[in-house]
């Protein structure tokens, strides 16, 4: 089964569900539909669910990123705000990706915790479960900063005088600081144990004059003698392609040179 994108923009469209694997119900899609065209108007990022039967030999990211160059996804724009989750039903692989602010507010770690969340949904078959669940997750970590802006400094009035009324010098003791005294603690306690190791390490006895007669400069043993050999064994651990949740790969870019976060796992 091949897929052609058609260049128009999904904008256009209003089109967000694109089930090509046939795993809703009619009933089911027109749900994700509506909720997702509305969580969109809240957030003004489109949120795009994908799934397919297989990619045609391309890796999931690749085939999600020329099915966004391709349709020109985005709310605000064609190639604009969007967060698209990719299914492959032949790999059983899941990848959750952002572009522009879906990008900013859905990065790496925020995609990754998406992911993880909706991966029982999806090894259980819950198709719809997990879709909703990843809508409902977008909308909320689109709600909420990526970071906590930092504080302004606010400088004193110039009539103020002296140190505020809550001042308090232990503050600017770094000896009194509970963070210094921690890695103080820390640094003291590496000095006294890389001490005693190199204390305790084993001194080479030997060198290049141990066999040497000085008076005679002649070998006066042939050999050293060998004692005892010691193998260990560690068993390699298994290769169970059918292992659900584990997360691999981040972002990158598509075809088209267009920048997104991600995170990839199998289901």
Same mark, same amino acid.
């Given at each position: %089964?091949?897929? #052609?994108?058609?260049?128009?923009?999904?904008?256009?469209?209003?089109?967000? #569900?694109?089930? =090509?694997?046939?795993?809703?119900?009619?009933?089911?899609?027109?749900?994700?539909?509506?909720?997702?065209?509305?969580?969109? &108007?809240?957030?003004?990022?489109?949120?795009?669910?994908?799934?397919?039967?297989?990619?045609?030999? *391309?890796?999931?990211?690749?085939? %999600?990123?020329?099915?966004?160059?391709?349709?020109?996804?985005?709310?605000?724009?064609?190639?604009?705000? !969007?967060?698209?989750?990719?299914?492959?039903?032949?790999? $059983?692989?899941?990848?959750?990706?952002? =572009?522009?602010?879906?990008?900013?507010?859905?990065?790496?770690?925020?995609?990754?915790?998406? $992911?993880?969340?909706?991966?029982?949904?999806?090894?259980?078959?819950?198709?719809?479960?997990?879709?909703?669940?990843?809508?409902?997750?977008?909308?909320?970590?689109?709600? #909420?900063?990526?970071?906590?802006?930092?504080?302004?400094?606010?400088?004193?009035?110039?009539? &103020?005088?002296?140190?505020?009324?809550?001042?308090?010098?232990?503050?600017?003791?770094? =000896?009194?600081?509970?963070?210094?005294?921690?890695?103080?603690?820390?640094? %003291?306690?590496?000095?006294?144990?890389?001490?005693?190791?190199?204390?305790?390490?084993?001194? *080479? !006895?030997?060198?290049?004059?141990?066999?040497?007669?000085?008076? $005679?400069?002649?070998?006066?043993?042939?050999?050293?003698?060998?004692?005892?050999? !010691?193998?260990?064994?560690?068993?390699?651990? *298994?290769?169970?392609?059918?292992?659900?949740?584990?997360?691999?790969?981040?972002?990158?870019?598509?075809?088209?040179?267009?920048?997104?976060?991600?995170? *990839?796992?199998?289901?």
């Amino acid at each position: %089964m091949f897929f #052609i994108f058609s260049g128009t923009s999904l904008a256009a469209s209003n089109q967000l #569900i694109y089930d =090509f694997a046939e795993l809703l119900t009619n009933e089911e899609v027109e749900q994700l539909e509506s909720l997702a065209s509305s969580y969109g &108007q809240e957030t003004e990022v489109d949120i795009v669910i994908l799934t397919a039967n297989h990619t045609d030999g *391309k890796s999931i990211e690749q085939f %999600m990123g020329d099915f966004y160059d391709e349709k020109g996804l985005g709310f605000d724009k064609p190639h604009g705000n !969007t967060v698209i989750l990719t299914i492959d039903m032949n790999e $059983r692989e899941v990848y959750v990706a952002g =572009f522009y602010k879906g990008e900013e507010y859905i990065n790496n770690y925020r995609a990754d915790l998406i $992911r993880e969340e909706i991966t029982p949904y999806l090894s259980e078959g819950d198709f719809y479960g997990a879709f909703k669940n990843y809508m409902d997750l977008t909308k909320h970590y689109l709600g #909420i900063e990526p970071e906590a802006p930092s504080q302004p400094n606010v400088s004193p009035p110039n009539n &103020q005088a002296g140190p505020p009324n809550n001042y308090n010098p232990n503050e600017e003791n770094i =000896f009194l600081n509970p963070i210094f005294q921690f890695l103080s603690s820390i640094f %003291m306690g590496a000095l006294v144990v890389g001490i005693m190791a190199y204390r305790s390490s084993p001194k *080479k !006895t030997t060198n290049s004059r141990t066999y040497l007669d000085e008076g $005679r400069s002649a070998v006066t043993a042939r050999r050293d003698s060998f004692i005892r050999k !010691t193998v260990s064994k560690v068993r390699k651990p *298994k290769n169970n392609n059918n292992r659900s949740g584990g997360g691999f790969g981040g972002g990158g870019f598509t075809g088209g040179g267009r920048s997104h976060s991600g995170s *990839k796992g199998r289901f």
